[in-house]
């Protein structure tokens, strides 16, 4: 369990100071972490307003509101720390975060809460399989801002997977409203396509900024400080939008979870499952950034929407028309061309290096 073992390496992301074994299982850990959360966090965030939800700062805020969570894992680290350390003149750090990562940190965890609010947003005017099929153009901010802020390196596949992903994306712009769900305006269907390619374009920014952070921190970037700044960036992403909710009046829960469809008890599950679902979803996030790379966490994420898609129409009936099936066969091209391309990369490395 080496949560000390440094996790900086090339462009922030790898990792230089720690055993191959440990990265390896800190970024399976973290890659099945994202991947619940990428395919069931929207289907939750979902649930919530087709049963009579209707607080979007509500729902925002529950994104990051499982923060309490890593809390828990970070207090498990100390005991841990402690009791391998044992007695000694000096005391087992309790905190390994500077005030300059925790500034930064909190500035990220403000633009994540804002891009909570866009995702929230869309979410609730969107079915499930347009929004996460618009959400896999993230792919290509995050490559673009990967490469403008942490110099990443392409080849013709990543270039190729970007492509083909923000092709699926048009695809589905060209053809927009046709799924627009019968009790909403076709403004509110446009507000809520927009609405989630905003969301795309900031935590496509977002991704490759937290990488920077890494490698700009001027200390070993351990494991357990990773997590320490999740904490942060959750903590005040959720502070922003509930500064939103008691703005825009929401702050009326009691009364919404009377009204709730699934009873308050489904009411009070579907808002723990919430938090809980997007809690993964960021801590396996920010993880595979600092043992993998910005652009493998973008890809990632893109690689289990369609899961998400798939799951959307068998639980909530949604329509499939020809161009969500276009889309979805663009982004499964595209993530198949990025894999084989790290593939390739990884044999030719390893070739070199014998």
Known sequence: MELESNTTGRGGGGG??????????????????????SA????????????????????????????????????ASYLYRRRANGPGPEPTKV?????RLFLASAVLGLLTGLDDYLYASGVSYLPVSTSSLIIASQLAFTAVFAFLLVKQKFTAFSV?????????????AMHASGDKPANETKGQYFLGFFMTVGAAVLYGF??????????????????????????????FA????????????EIQMPKEASEFELGKVGYCMVL????????????????????????LSGVLIATFLPVTEILAVFIYHEPF????????????????????GEYKHTKKSTHTAE
Do not use: D
Request: with cysteine.
């Open 16 to 37: 230089r100071g720690m055993s191959k074994s440990t990265k390896k299982v800190l970024l399976i850990v973290n890659c099945i972490l994202l991947s619940l959360g």
């Open 40 to 75: 069931c966090g929207p289907l939750v965030l979902r649930l919530y307003f087709l049963k009579g939800g209707k607080g979007v700062w509500i729902s925002a805020g529950l994104e990051t509101a499982g923060w309490p969570f890593v809390l828990v894992a970070l207090l």
């Open 95 to 99: 905190s390994f975060i500077t005030w």
């Open 160 to 172: 190729n997977a970007v492509f083909l992903l923000c092709l699926g994306a048009g695809v589905l």
């Open 206 to 235: 977002v991704l490759p900024a937290i990488e920077l952070t890494y490698s700009k921190a001027r200390q070993n970037v351990t494991y357990t400080l990773v997590m320490e700044m999740q904490m942060v960036m959750s903590l």
């Open 238 to 249: 959720t502070l922003f939008n509930v500064v939103g909710m008691i703005f825009h009046h």
């Open 272 to 295: 723990i499952a919430t938090a809980l679902v997007w809690q993964c979803f960021f801590v396996g996030a920010v993880g595979v950034v600092s043992c993998g790379s910005s652009l």
């Open 321 to 340: 028309g020809a161009e969500k099936a276009i889309a979805l066969v663009l982004s499964i091209w595209g993530f198949i061309s990025y894999f084989y």
